[in-house]
């Protein structure tokens, strides 16, 4: 607390630490009095700092002023807690104060932690930032009396524009040397986000990130465009081989159309030879019938002459006939006289036979004797053999039976002939009888849709909303995820129609006509719609989670035929999955059975059962009631009247077997249709083909022998090419393809580096000019304040290229005596005074161009000259006090004497000792009083 007359405090003894200030002080006055005083403050700037057991405070509150904020103190009462304070408090690394790096070393000695919270001025409500820091580095953060994580905090912070990382808005005491170390290009960024438009930096990120694009599409298409001319290198080289082998070739396809068309031309020279042949028949037919009628009067002329020697001819003929006769008399009598000497030397011939034969004879029969005593001894031993008569009548039995085989198979290949042709007779007629019984199918189907047409019109009559929504339904079933059904009435299909009444004696109007979903969200929106937006009356209802329609019966009934019951309620009828799943949930209908006539007559009997609770005779339905006090039973019955909706009944199980039918049929159908298109397109391509071969053979010599002497000389030709492979061909053709492919993927690189250009021209422009702008206005603030100085300063881009974006930066270029030359700002250059009073000047240039709410320098006017500190803080009070700047917080361990002040600075006085007042004790007005 500033408190210039050091007194003993009684109710504390150990040292402390506190800060406090007349101007906070009457700040806060004001501050109670109205928001006339916050209405000077720039978004973001900080109104109060509150300080808990950090470094040397135990607990202190610091009130800065909208303008210039002054905090002196001695070394080491705890200015610069102040600064670490801000830049903790507001979610900063350690690193950016460059004392501890471990935010638990910020917590007072002693204690187990401690507490910052900064308020910052916004309008429509200040924001409150805590800050709970723990000795083991643990930070609880809190933002308007809310618990939040440090990200939240950070994200706020940037909102107001806040950058404490930034050397150019918040420069601590240990960072000061640091300044004039940045390079250029890392003060350019810092300049950006202190002062620039929001935009500004990420333009400048923007053309960086285009300009590393640019450089890698550069790269890219240097790489494309070689490897494209390489290529094109290598094809170029293998082009002559190409050339030479595709020669070949055609000579070669040549050759092969010669030797298709040279039977072609052979046919139809023959053809032409046999044309002109018969035409020389023809001809020579023509020639002889004129050479006979102009022959013909010497003909008859000779037919005459013959005439004449006929009857002398056929007296030379009885003459020859004669002679010839007598000389065959002649020749006869000679005959017969030869033929008895030949005669008697073959009656000699054959007595000398029959002599030797006797002699044959002779020998046969003592032979023959031989012989008959040898078989008669050899079968003297047979007799002893087994018969084999019976053996060879199985052989004979079994042949037989092959060969009736063998006919029984010719009779069935006769058959299999017979059938064959039968079939082939058939085949013809088959299209139309399958056209006939599609007909008889569909006809069939359309009976079963006239049905359900039917039972459609029953329901319309009888409830017009429900129908309007079945037909809003068939048109947004896909809205829906699980089944939905149509009303019951029409998917429950009675398989007797003498058994309808009972199903709809037993189930409600009210359900047969409602909707059936499988699940609740779908049913909800159906509602929605046809409810809620079209006002249509309508029932759903949900079918339940597990499904209760496999569920069995109480009992079998093979138990109750005895009672004249055949079967339940179920078994009479077909329905979707979920609805019947539903009624055997709702309405038990796998438990109600139904009897006849001897239910009737044994209903007295019946009805003691205890498991019967609903059941059925021929006309009545019973219901049984049981006291559960008493037991008692009580019934009643209701008549079963006939049936009004279900008696349409479809046989749903035929109705499915058709469809599938009729779908296989099409599907054959379209089969075979694709197959009729491809063997028309087949056709075509060989039309086509034909129709090619014939131009080709058109441009072909049409001779035998110009034909042969073409083929020896394409033969010749085509020999000529050796060494020539289709793998070169076939690389040549790769080649290009790639050459293709490497064509566009350079044109489409080349175009996308063509857009980044433009990218980068037009973010250049967006960034460059406003930069340019705001790098002048700090020139020629930088400028004056040197100037006013009697020194010299300056300050521009600089760029060693253009294109090169993240190596421009500003350059500070100073001079502090006359006699030398502009020099850039570095660490080494300028000694370290100079380099106080440049930072401190460059600041001030940004200052009035006030972006950030708020910017901090601790002790930088030390090393400073007297004469340089004087003129410095006259600048640092000039400009920081204006309305259009910002807050300022202005850090020093001393101050010169008669320097000159403003109304609207704020100073804080800042000391440290065993015997400060705690900050609740302070009383301002004790304080001037006692002064005064």
Known sequence: MADPAKRQRLSQVDSSAQTSSSAASMFTASQRDGAGGESRFVEGSIVRISMKNFLTYDSSVVYPGPHLNM?????????????????????????????????????????????????LYKRGGNVVINREIHVDNQSLWMLNGRHCNQKTVEEEVKALHIQVSNLCQFLPQEKVGEFAKMSKIELLEATEKSVGPPEMYEYHCELKNFRNKERELENVVKEKASFLEK????????????NRYYEKKRHLDVIELLEKKKPWVEYETTLNELKGVKREREEAKRQLSALRQAQAP?????????????PTEAQIKAKTAAIKEASNKCKQKQDQLDRKHKEIDDIKQTLRLKQMEEEDHQKRISNTRRTIDDLKAELAKVGDQPDVTPRINTINVELRRIQEERAKIEGEKADLRREKDHLFAESRSESKDLIIKHIKHYDSLNDMNNLMNAKEEKLRGRHKDTHTALQWLRKNKEQ???????????????????????????????????????????????????????????????????????????????????????????????????VMSYLCHQYRVHDVPVGNEQTKAMIKTVIEEPYLKVLYTTEERYTVKRSFYSNKISTSNSAVHPSQYLTITVDTEEKRQLEQEIDERLKALQKDATALDRRDNELLLCYGSCFLLMQAFDKLPNTLDEIDAMLNE???????????????????????????????????????????????????????????????????????????MQCAGEVDLHSENEEEYDK??????????????????????????ERSVSTMLYLMALQELNRCPFRVVDEINQGMDPVNERRVFDIVVRTACKETTSQYFFITPKLLQNLQYADEMTILCVHNGAHMLPPNQWDEKTFIRRRV
């Open 808 to 833: 421009y930066g500003i350059r500070i270029r100073v001079k502090f005596h006359s006699s030398t030359q502009l020099h850039e700002l570095t660490a080494h250059h300028q000694s370290g005074g």
């Open 480 to 578: 829906f995820h699980g089944n939905v059904h149509e009303p019951m009435m029409l998917v429950i299909n009675v398989r007797d129609p003498r058994f309808a009444r009972y199903v709809e004696h037993h189930i409600s109007f009210h359900d047969l006509r409602a909707f059936v979903f499988q699940r609740k969200d779908d049913m909800e929106k159906f509602m929605t719609e046809v409810r809620d937006k079209m006002n249509l009356k309508v029932n759903s209802i949900s079918a339940p989670e597990e499904s209760c329609s496999k569920r069995p019966p109480s009992r079998n009934i093979e138990s109750l035929r005895r009672f004249g019951f055949f079967t339940y309620l179920r078994e009479m009828f077909d329905a979707p999955d979920e």
């Open 298 to 310: 010497m003909l008859r002329k000779i037919q005459e002459i013959e005439n004449q020697l006929k």
């Open 71 to 119: 905090i002196v103190g001695a070394n080491g009462t705890g200015k610069s807690s102040i600064v670490c304070a801000i830049c903790l408090g507001l979610a900063g690394k350690t690193a950016i104060l460059g004392r501890g790096d471990k935010v638990g070393l910020y917590v007072k000695r002693g204690c187990p932690k401690g507490f910052i919270e900064i308020e």
């Open 231 to 242: 290529a094109k290198q290598r094809n170029e080289r293998n082009k002559h081989d190409v």
């Open 714 to 788: 394409e033969r010749s030709r085509a020999e000529c090419f050796t060494g020539l492979s289709e793998s070169v061909v076939d690389e040549y053709n790769r080649r290009e393809q790639e050459i293709k492919h490497l064509e566009k993927e350079l044109e489409d690189k080349s175009n996308a580096l063509n857009a980044y250009r433009q990218n980068i021209s037009e973010a250049k422009e967006r960034w460059l000019n406003p930069l340019k702008q705001l790098v002048e206005q700090i020139n020629d603030k930088f400028s004056d304040f040197f100037r006013s």
